[in-house]
């Protein structure tokens, strides 16, 4: 199966951009009357036929679609530190979006080894993941964000911060949250959030949640933490 993420398709007919056309034509070598499937990123899969191919385009036309294919009954939003090896904050975004995750921030945190990521390669790694697991839905990249400015936001959701200092409170996600629901989880850097940044996020109604007994990379808990919620409402 043959897929091409088209974010802007609105209408029956649709030309690929130069770069997806070369790859369809050139790369992939297909013609006329040959069938792909597009992604919108917003729940819709295509089902369409080349109907034109010329130097720098190809031309497709519809013939069959979905809506709202594979919509889950749940959002995760996950602000996350990023990583000082940039290759395992990809690493997380590919996976996660490949199990299930509807939002991401990069979080900058007072221990963060990271101040500053490049969102449009970021973005370009969760498209790429989005057509390799065959997701309608194409998770949000929302910009860095400080901490200290990402705790002023308003926030109508369950809250829930993983952290590795001691804290009886701690408990799993699935004894903490109901299903179905909205959730934002908080996962800190490679030395963890700082005391400060804890209370603050405590002081404003985040959850402590444990994700296990051994200690995880910040990616790992990432992951974890993607991968519970999406099974505690398979």
Known sequence: MHIFYTPDLSTDLFTLNEEESRHCSKVLR??????????????????????????????????HKQIEFGKRNHHLHIAIAPTKN????????????????????????DRSERKIVKEERLDKVITSAVKQSLT????????????????????????LIAHCMDDARKQFINEIVPTHQSYLILIGPEGDFSPTELNSALEIGFKPVTLGTTRLRTETAGLAACFEVNYMNR
């Open 30 to 63: 297909l013609g006329l009357g040959d069938v792909v499937h597009l992604i919108d990123g917003k729940g819709g899969l295509y089902e369409a036929e080349i109907s034109a191919i010329n130097k720098k385009n190809v031309q497709l036309r519809v013939i």
């Open 86 to 109: 940039i290759d395992r904050l990809e690493w997380f975004l590919e996976k996660a979006t490949e199990i299930g995750i509807d939002e991401i921030t990069p979080l900058i945190c």
């Open 136 to 159: 309608a839905y194409h998770p949000q990249l929302n910009p860095a964000i400080s901490f200290a400015d990402f705790m002023k936001k308003q926030f109508t959701v369950n809250l």
